[in-house]
C-alpha cells in the first residue's frame, strides 16, 4: 500500500503563488508518474499536471505558463509551483501516483486551494 500526503494548500489572493507538495510512503514501487488533479465544487476532477520519473511532462491548457510540476525521485516526492493564480484555480487539489505494468493508481487525501478576487 502506498500512502500519499499533501500539502502547501490554502487561501491565497489572485495573482499570487503556493506550493503543493506530495510525499510518498509505504510500500512504494516502480513508480512511473506522480501528478495533481483538481476538482472544484460541481466540477469533475481534472488533470493538472503530471510528470514522469524521466522528467517528462504535461500540463491542462488552463495552468501552463502559471504552474509547474516537478520531482524528487529519491524523496519519492512530487511537487506544484502555482504562480499567477486565479479564483477560477480554487478547488481541492488531489495528488496521484501511478505504479508498475499493471498502473496501480494510488489518491491522496487532498488539499485545499482558495484563490480570492
Known amino acids: 500500500q502506498v500512502r500519499l500526503v499533501e500539502s502547501g494548500g490554502g487561501l491565497v489572493q489572485a495573482g499570487g503563488s503556493l506550493r503543493l507538495s506530495c510525499a510518498a510512503s509505504g510500500s512504494i514501487f516502480s513508480i512511473n508518474t506522480m501528478g495533481w488533479y483538481r476538482q472544484a465544487p460541481g466540477k469533475q476532477r481534472e488533470l493538472v499536471a503530471v510528470?514522469?520519473?524521466?522528467?517528462?511532462?504535461n500540463y491542462a491548457d488552463s495552468v501552463k505558463g502559471r504552474f509547474t510540476i516537478s520531482r524528487d525521485n529519491a524523496k519519492n516526492t512530487v511537487y506544484l509551483h502555482m504562480n499567477s493564480l486565479k479564483p477560477e484555480d480554487t478547488a481541492v487539489y488531489y495528488c496521484n501516483s501511478e505504479h508498475g505494468n499493471i498502473r496501480v493508481v494510488y489518491w491522496g487525501q487532498g488539499t485545499q486551494v482558495t484563490v480570492s478576487s
Open positions: 510528470i514522469t520519473t524521466g522528467g517528462s511532462t
